[in-house]
């Protein structure tokens, strides 16, 4: 039986590692699909305090798997399908491959996923001209028009890093203003390769025959014209989506699916804590993540003594 099982390798599940290793609590992370988290899918990180020249997103999290693994946290490369908590009053983790373990406390910082917009051929074509990452898959799109949708900072950051390849990067949104912070926003609007699509969403993605996109179709949502617009590839940039569902019953969720927090970082079930992007639909920063990991450390620990772990 483990002491404290992390669920999540982004910035909340290796401080929470950091912090219950320091406790002698011999935490063991679980990596799930993506280990590094979101900040692994991004370049420079500008505002992740200690670093004043900035630090890129791989890097950071490499250096907090060290941190981690210093202190005596195990990492497991699995994906968690399920957990439940027994009578006992231990929790039972099982993965996706079958393989369950048990532990008396578990922190769930699994990030969140991004959304995409729900059209028919959609999760088809991820891949094949459809992504949701301009750091992984910008540099094969050379010379050519793409799109980026949606108008926040990530679509702005994505926007303003796919300039560096494409020949014209079209930036869709279904209003007339950014929800973008304002430094995010001038720069892509000032950046003369991204050219705005205000009032607009993509209706149809439309391919080749070899099955790559090649044009979407826009709606104006003002006048409910549309229009197609020849491209190479498309950036879905339109927010993200919580990994919370494998807890079933164990945690209560918003309407957008975000763990509600009762106390801190305490859930609903005793002994069960949530930290970062998993709960947190308003700040979803790289810091904020982090101190939320620090602090579902701080109370695991405080409820393991309470069931007489030290
Ligand atoms: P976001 O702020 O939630 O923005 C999502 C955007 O997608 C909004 O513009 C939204 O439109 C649009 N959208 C949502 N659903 C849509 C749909 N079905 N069809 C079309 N458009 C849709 O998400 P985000 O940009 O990923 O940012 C998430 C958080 O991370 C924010 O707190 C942000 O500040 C932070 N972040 C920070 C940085 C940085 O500082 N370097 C970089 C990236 C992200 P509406 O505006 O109409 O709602």
């Known amino acids: 039986m483990e002491n404290v099982i992390i669920i999540g390798t982004g910035c909340a599940g290796y401080t929470a590692a950091i912090y219950t290793g320091r406790a002698n609590l011999n935490p063991l992370i679980l990596s799930g699909n993506q280990p590094g988290g979101q900040l692994t899918t991004t370049t420079e990180v500008e505002n992740f305090p200690g670093f004043p020249s900035g630090i890129m997103g791989p890097e950071l999290m490499m250096n907090m798997q060290q941190q981690a693994e210093k202190f ?19 929790f039972i983790i099982t993965s996706e491959d079958g393989t369950t373990r048990e532990a008396r406390a578990v922190i769930v910082a699994t990030g969140a996923s991004p959304r995409h917009l729900g059209l028919p051929n959609e999760k088809s074509l991820i891949g094949h001209g459809l992504t949701s990452c301009a750091t992984c898959d910008g540099a094969f799109y050379r ?9 926040g900072d990530s679509a702005c950051e ?18 007339d203003t950014l929800r973008a912070s304002k430094i995010m926003a001038d720069r892509a609007l000032a950046n003369p390769k991204i050219k705005p699509i205000w009032n607009s969403t993509v209706a149809e993605y439309l391919t080749d025959d070899k099955g790559e996109v ?26 993200h989506v919580p990994n919370a569902q494998f807890l079933g019953d164990l945690v209560d969720t918003d309407e957008n699916g975000y763990i509600l927090q009762t106390k801190g970082t305490c859930t ?15 700040y ?11 602090a579902s450390a701080l109370e695991a620990e405080r409820y393991l003594a309470g069931i007489g772990v030290h």
Do not use: M, W
């Not at 994505?158 to 209003?175: G, M, N, P, Q, W």
């Not at 709606?219 to 927010?239: D, P, T």
């Not at 979803?284 to 620090?294: D, E, L, N, P, S």
């Open 72 to 90: 005596g946290a195990r990492i497991d490369y699995t994906f968690v399908s399920s957990v439940t908590k027994a009578p006992e009053g231990h």
């Open 158 to 175: 994505e926007a303003s890093f796919l300039t560096k390849f494409a020949s014209t990067v079209y930036l869709i949104h279904r209003r």
């Open 214 to 239: 090649r044009a979407v179709t826009l709606e104006n949502l003002v006048n409910g014209e549309k229009s197609e617009l020849e491209l190479k590839c498309v950036f879905v940039a339109i927010g």
């Open 284 to 294: 979803r920063q790289a810091i904020t993540a982090a101190g939320q990991g620090c």
């Open 268 to 282: 609903k079930t005793e002994g069960l804590f949530a930290a970062g992007d998993v709960a947190d639909h308003v």
């Open 143 to 151: 010379n050519v028009p793409v799109c980026v949708i949606g108008g």
